[in-house]
């Protein structure tokens, strides 16, 4: 049984040498915002790559797969067991009976009203270091602004309801109740959409609150 099964994991080596390994970014594109091409975002609506190579087996603990043929099957991205078995991840404790609203206010890296080209003077005088950050909440969006090899990225927060309550998400496989776990999370780890760890949050001066998110 053994001898068997070394031969056949020799011969599937030897099949899938022209295999592509998969990740999250083959799962969903970024793309401009449809809003704002200024900012990119992750297109949750598509489908899993359409590469004409298969799928790497080694890669069945970073995707859905379905087993139930017999073979491993790359699970459509829009199919909700695939969804629910891509979410995962720390999350922070519970902000108690403190609103959303005044706990993204409450941060000094939160810029309501402000726009991506304040964002961009922002990160500029703050020394332009890698991975400074600001979100900034303009025209009903959030979009987290980050300093990356000497330039400027500006990426939307998708927000949306799910059961009652609101959620942010910025990849495709992560999902927060506000916007300080989210950067909470990005400050450990890099993301699909995002190319590097969020680093230090730019503060704002003390009447820099002109708005409401």
Known sequence: MVVETFHWFKDLLKKNDQRRSLSTGDLAVSRPSCSNPDLMEISFDQHPTTSSLPDHFDDCDRVPMNFSEGKP?????????????????????????????????????????????????????????????????????????????????????????????????????????????????YRRHKGFVLPTKLSVGVGRGPHALRSRA
């Open 73 to 185: 099957k790359l699970m459509s991205q829009s199919h909700t067991m695939a969804r629910k078995m891509m979410q995962s991840g720390e999350r922070s404790s519970s902000v108690g009976s403190a609103t959303i609203t005044e706990l993204h206010l409450s941060q000094k890296w939160f810029f309501p009203g402000a726009d991506i080209r304040k964002a961009e003077r922002i990160l500029m005088t703050n020394g332009m270091i890698q991975g400074s950050f600001v979100v900034l909440h303009f025209n009903g969006q959030f979009v987290l602004s980050v300093w990356h090899k000497q330039s400027a990225q500006h990426l939307k927060i998708n927000q949306f309801w799910k059961n009652g309550e609101p959620t942010f998400r910025l990849d495709i496989d992560k999902s927060f109740k506000n916007v300080c776990e989210l950067v909470d999370y």
